[in-house]
């Protein structure tokens, strides 16, 4: 019982700091403290949390190495940007077209993540995390063929795999509108994403993932976590939980790429490479594995800090190494280590 309320705690007090965090950006942004670069900065800020979240509910609390996090993630933006282009005529409002199109987003990664995880969560370690990363990959490629426009008779589709294929062979009508152009990705979309939008879908995801881990399929995904053989001993499904677990990871991720998406007028799949899943990783290990209100913080740092130190051009990721290389350090210290588990036990005394 002691557990469950220090557990209940820790969530409210999660969900009370982004709260803060919401109002008091808010509140900044509207008496006109935040720059215009600070302002671009809020909506991906957001959209990494959530990818930051998301993943660490597959590697912290599921325990599995996921090296293809940002193919989900553009599974979702550019099936979010398809939706909002193609509804703009029957769904006027912004904010709810904006909503559809997160949904579709985290329905078409959730599809996807089932299909690659039925075979793929059958691995282990390294070769998990191979196959993963090869997903990513192939996303990227996928969507450099695809051409996709709209026009009144619905949405067309067209892979142009042997390079002579272009825009024009879609036949589109006089009006219609061309959304993905291949490997020039999507131009010209029409920008919706917020900061509310951004604020709501990170408190939606920390609802839906704080709520996993303390229901019976997340006890049991760490169960497996920490003992596959005594979790397969005592009859639990292996691959139903994990797969539970990385499913709810992927869907999360393309509402997240759909909000990312719709924030900028141009969208490329370059952008979500091999370079952007690392980043994701470095957020939840930095943050700790299984510390939620760990990755989010971890993510607003070391997401700033990149754009803050861009005054130094040329020495800026140099910088950025450093500190990472010094967190690390620090983190992994036994000295910060006795130290925190000193305080956690006088606190737990205190308590008592």
């Known amino acids: 019982m002691k557990t469950l309320k220090k557990t209940t705690k820790v ?5 009370l700091g982004v709260i803060l965090a919401f109002t008091c950006v808010t509140v900044a942004k509207g008496t006109g403290l935040l720059s215009n670069s600070m302002n671009s900065w809020l909506v991906p800020i957001c959209c990494y949390i959530v990818m930051a979240i998301s993943l660490n509910l597959t590697v912290g609390i599921s325990g599995e190495l996921s090296l293809g996090h940002a193919g989900f993630m553009s599974v979702g ?24 199109s997160m949904i579709v987003g985290a329905a078409l990664a959730a599809v996807v993540g089932l299909i690659v995880g039925i075979p793929v969560l059958r691995l282990r370690g390294d070769y998990l995390a191979i196959v993963t990363l090869a997903f990513g990959e192939i996303i990227k490629q996928l969507i450099n063929c695809l051409l ?10 067209a892979f142009n795999l042997d390079g002579t294929q272009t825009i024009s ?3 589109l009508e006089e009006g219609g509108i061309a959304i993905i152009k291949g490997a020039q990705g999507a131009t010209g979309t029409v920008t919706l994403s917020s900061f509310t939008a951004g604020f709501v ?11 996993l881990i303390q229901s019976r399929t997340g006890r049991a995904i760490m169960a497996i976590r ?7 001993s005592v009859g639990l499904n292996i691959t139903k939980y994990k797969l539970t677990a990385f499913v709810t990871s992927a869907a999360l991720a393309g509402a997240a790429g759909a909000l990312y998406g719709l924030n900028y007028s141009n969208l490329s799949s370059s952008i979500f490479d091999f370079n952007t899943s690392i980043l994701i990783l470095v957020f939840v290990v930095l943050g700790g594995l299984g510390n939620i209100w760990g990755s989010i913080v971890a993510t607003v740092v070391l997401y700033i800090l990149p754009e803050a130190l861009r005054e130094f051009r040329d020495y800026r990721m140099l910088l950025y190494a450093i500190v990472l290389i010094l967190v690390m350090l620090v983190t992994n210290s036994p000295q910060v280590k006795a130290i925190l588990g000193h305080i956690k036990g006088k606190g737990a005394k205190s308590h008592g």
């Open 11 to 15: 969530n409210l007090a999660t969900y």
């Open 77 to 100: 933006a550019f099936s979010g940007v398809v939706t909002a282009m193609s509804l703009q005529q029957a769904i006027p409002f912004s904010p709810l077209r904006l909503a559809v």
């Open 148 to 157: 996709v426009g709209w026009d009144s008779r619905g949405l067309h589709f």
């Open 169 to 171: 062979s879609l036949g």
């Open 201 to 211: 879908l990170v408190m939606l995801t920390l609802f839906i993932v704080l709520n």
């Open 226 to 232: 920490d003992n596959r053989i005594a979790a397969e």
